[in-house]
């Protein structure tokens, strides 16, 4: 039990020692083989050895690479629909109701928590390994970060280390993350195929969950369209190579709630200064820093977008948790709860004694 609680502590100093000034150093730290690309569609990338890097910590795929340089949308693939607009909590959760038909456009802005949901760049359970080259404390502060988030919301975590990555009878490779020790913070947006690496130099919660949740869809806060009305950039503050990390996303984007100066995906007001003074403000000038913490609506985008699939080894019938958050962060009642089971399974609902019976 002694060492139990030891190795405890032990995990809650190792989170914590990183000072601020060293971890806002150490984020967005780049080596001597970086450079800013602009691209055809005149959006700016960081290319570093053979990755390139989107608003800050953005690892993109080929594909993406290929939409961002062609259409300026990392999301902008050839024959595909795109979205713009706001995602109601009326429409259901993921896969259930979604807008998605070609062309379709959702016009009425109630402000924005920029999220990206082209069709196929969602989980159902996030498959994840440990890479070898991270240690006990790094593994320990990742596992509590996705325990932080499977207690908040609706993601479920699946640790694969050690398994097949891909069933070759089939011809099937699975989606996966592998977290990674290394010298930056970045991920990659989104569910792309196949491997995916979250890389960490910090390894608090506040920045694990902000890696994770760029992998489950999110942009930043700052990036939304929009985002001039609620803050200013100031861009005399910033270098000319970093000024490219507060571009915005203006097109393949779905919105939930408003400006959220509460999130854990918004940069804080003294990001890449170069002179000790703030890159951004809000309108009134005055200053935030940074949040350690999932807002309500970090938390609503994901309980939006996400069901808590448990894992059915025999695979005859879907499965989900006991535990399962509204678009409003308020849980479900178990009557709700089995009848979102049901629908999933192709059954009709249970009827709860109220109105007209359900068709069978």
């Not at 070898?132 to 975590?157: D, G, P």
Request: aromatic share 12%; with cysteine.
């Amino acid at each position: 039990m002694k060492k139990i609680i030891i190795l405890f502590l032990l995990i809650l100093v190792y989170v914590r020692c990183s000072t601020y000034e060293e971890e806002k150093h150490l984020v967005y730290d780049k080596n001597e083989n970086t450079k800013v690309l602009t691209l055809t569609s005149g959006a700016r990338v960081e290319k570093t050895d053979n990755q390139y890097v989107y608003l800050g910590d953005l690892v993109l795929s080929d594909k993406q690479l290929q939409g961002l340089d062609q259409y300026g949308d990392v999301f902008a693939f050839k024959n595909k629909p795109r979205y713009k607009g706001v995602f109601k909590p009326e429409y259901g959760i993921v896969p259930l109701g979604l807008p998605l038909e070609s062309g379709k456009q959702l016009e009425d802005f109630y402000g924005t928590k920029v999220v990206a949901l082209p069709q196929g760049t969602h989980w159902a359970m996030v498959r994840f390994t440990f890479d070898s080259n991270l240690n006990t404390l790094q593994i320990a502060a990742i596992q509590q970060a996705m325990n932080e988030l499977e207690e908040l919301t609706n993601v479920r975590f699946y640790n694969a280390t050690g398994e097949p990555t891909g069933n070759p009878s089939l011809g099937v490779n699975y989606n996966y993350i592998t977290f990674y020790s290394s010298n930056v913070n970045n991920s990659q947006i989104g569910s792309v195929g196949g491997q995916q690496i979250i890389n960490l130099v910090s390894f608090n919660s506040k920045t694990i969950m902000h890696e994770i949740l760029h992998a489950l869809g999110l942009f930043h806060e700052q990036s939304r369209p929009d985002r001039d009305a609620y803050i200013d950039v100031n861009v005399a503050n910033i270098a000319n190579e970093n000024r490219h990390n507060f571009d915005r996303v203006t097109q393949n984007y779905l919105t939930l709630g408003a400006f959220d100066f509460n999130s854990i995906m918004l940069y804080d007001s003294y990001a890449f200064s170069i002179n000790g003074e703030p890159t951004l403000t809000k309108k009134n000038g005055s200053v935030f820093f940074d949040n350690n913490q999932l807002s309500e609506l970090d938390r609503s985008y994901v309980n939006t977008y996400y069901i808590p699939y448990k894992r059915n080894p025999s695979g005859t019938r879907i499965l989900i948790d006991n535990q399962v958050y509204k678009s409003d962060n308020s849980l479900m009642t178990q009557l709700e709860r089995d009848n979102l089971e049901r629908k999933l399974n192709g059954e009709p609902p249970i009827w709860d004694g109220t109105g007209k019976p359900p068709m069978q």
